[in-house]
């Protein structure tokens, strides 16, 4: 018991470094494009890895707290990729350092304009 | 020890909390404020589930879980209104 | 009980993320920018909603506050002006 | 000058609230809240004692919320109403994902209301947060596309015939109980933490949720189709 209790608190613990390091990377990432990587898919891992830590914790909980990884596992793609789509559609800029941006010709590949 | 792991994981969590804000304030157009408002979210979520854990009622994970639908609809819509599709 | 020790450290931390994205609401101009603030300001007061034993209100707060209210003050910005103007 | 008069006031404020936040925080229960923590279980066998209080104690009030809430979204739907003979303007449509998205967690989403107003009396939330997680199903979908038919006859039938229970459902209670929303002898009370117990308190929340959302549902469908028509108008 004791050990499951301190895996369990670690994991946790190992989520919420990610979620931090997911809130870094939006104050430090120069675009937005940039910050939304880090702010999403850190804090996705960081937000599952916590709810694992507690369902470690508490096993009778882990049906529950599946339901919300799930949950989350589902939405958040879906709400990044509609604010990602959106700001490159009205035109929030590149940062200076992009190399390349492919987004136009898959548009046009696509017949999207 | 546990304990302590857990203390340092919520303390670490609302630390996150706190650099979202400052993305918040500072993040030019309101694009980059519903990304921040977006993660304020994913972080708070689990602070939620910790505190039902700490205090021991698993019907606390039910406002863990209104929050998370209700604030994806609110990013989802921020984007659709950025995208004049509202 | 002193007011003080009610809240360890991870609640001062959400208070503050209160009291800053509320100034924000308040202060800003875009008013996009403000329905943002808003809204976050109601993710947060939730969170302490719940940690005051307060779960029914934390759930009507965020559905309330946080969902369908953000949702209305958009689409009622979209059909005003989305920059308030200075006062003449 | 306004700034240092808005400071200062500010500084007044903060102060006072500073010495009263005890007060307001006190450490034991009033008269009422001692009645209701120390009679709500035996009144209504409800587990969640905030729901016996919503819906029993002051149930009297929660129909006056409702019908708050109601007279403000007609008022809403009156004064936005669709005109006819406007040029409307095209929206863009949303992308695949979000679409499929929508359709895929629009059932989940309303099934979780339901669960949360059905339960009311068990766990914390009940009509009001149930009907907003109802409405934000709806608004999914809406937010996918904006011109998703809503079947606004079986909306507005829904939302007058939970009101009409809700009423009924007090008319009981004055007949069998004695009094207006009475929780006796209408229902058998049953047992304490059952999802079939606390007697008429999970039907009138199951009203109150089936109205709220399909309010909310209908005024998000006409604010959304307000804005389009003004701006081009």
């Known amino acids: 018991m004791g050990a499951q209790q301190i895996i369990g608190a670690a994991v946790t613990l190992l989520g919420t470094a990610f979620l931090f390091l997911g809130a870094l990377g939006i104050v430090r990432m120069p675009d937005l494009y940039n910050r939304m990587q880090a702010g999403t898919k850190a804090t996705t891992l960081g937000n599952l890895l916590t709810l694992l830590g507690l369902g470690i914790l508490q096993p009778a909980w882990l049906v529950k707290l599946a339901l919300i990884a799930l949950f989350v596992l589902v939405t958040n793609p879906i709400s990044s990729h509609a604010l990602a789509r959106a700001a490159y559609r009205s035109g929030v800029p590149l940062a200076d350092v992009t190399v390349r941006d492919e987004y136009p010709e898959a548009l046009q590949e696509h017949g999207e304009a | 020890m546990v304990d302590l792991l857990l203390d340092l994981a919520l303390s670490l969590a609302a630390g996150a909390a706190l650099l979202a804000v400052y993305r918040l304030l500072m993040g030019p157009g309101a694009a980059s404020r519903a990304v921040a408002m977006d993660v304020l979210s994913l972080i708070i979520m689990p602070m939620m589930a910790g505190y039902a854990l700490y205090s021991g009622r698993m019907i606390y994970l039910d406002v863990a879980l209104v929050y998370g639908i209700l604030s994806f609809l609110g990013v989802t819509s921020l984007a659709r209104y950025a995208d004049k599709g509202v | 009980m002193d007011i003080v020790t009610l809240f360890n450290l991870e609640d001062l931390l959400i208070c503050a993320v209160i009291l800053v994205a509320a100034l924000g609401a308040v202060l800003h101009r875009n008013l996009l920018a403000a329905v943002v603030f808003a809204g976050v300001v109601s993710l947060a007061v939730s969170y302490l909603f719940l940690r005051l034993s307060a779960p029914d209100v934390a759930m009507t707060e965020a559905a309330i506050g946080a969902g369908i209210t953000t949702v209305i003050f958009l689409i009622a910005v979209r059909r005003t002006e989305e920059v308030e103007r200075e006062e003449p | ?233």
């Open chain 4, 1 to 233: 000058m306004k700034q240092i008069v808005a400071v200062v006031a500010l500084a007044t404020l903060a102060i006072l609230l500073w010495q009263l936040a005890p007060i307001a925080m006190p450490s034991g229960l009033g008269v009422v809240a001692q009645h209701y923590a120390e009679h709500g279980v035996q009144d209504n066998r409800g587990a969640n004692l905030v729901t016996s209080v919503v819906v029993n104690y002051r149930g009297f009030d929660t129909l006056g919320e409702v019908t708050v809430l109601f007279l403000s979204v007609s008022g809403a739907a009156f004064v936005l109403r669709r005109r006819t003979g406007l040029e409307v303007h095209e929206p863009r449509r949303a992308s695949e994902i979000v679409r499929t998205g929508a359709r895929l967690l629009f059932a989940p989403i309303v099934l979780f209301g339901t669960y949360i107003f059905v339960h009311g009396h068990l766990t914390p939330g009940g009509g009001f947060q149930g009907g907003a997680v109802v409405a934000s199903g709806v608004l999914l979908l809406l937010l996918a596309n904006k011109d998703h038919p809503l079947p606004h006859g079986f909306l507005s039938w829904t939302e007058s015939l939970s009101g009409l229970g809700f009423v009924a459902a007090g008319l009981a209670g004055l007949w069998a109980g004695g009094s207006f929303l009475a929780n006796r002898g209408i229902l058998p009370l049953g047992t304490w933490n059952q999802l079939f117990s606390a007697g008429v308190i999970p039907v009138i929340y199951t009203f109150v949720g089936l109205k709220v959302g399909s309010e909310l549902a209908t005024l998000l469908d006409v604010m959304m189709h307000a804005a389009d028509e003004e701006v081009h108008q």
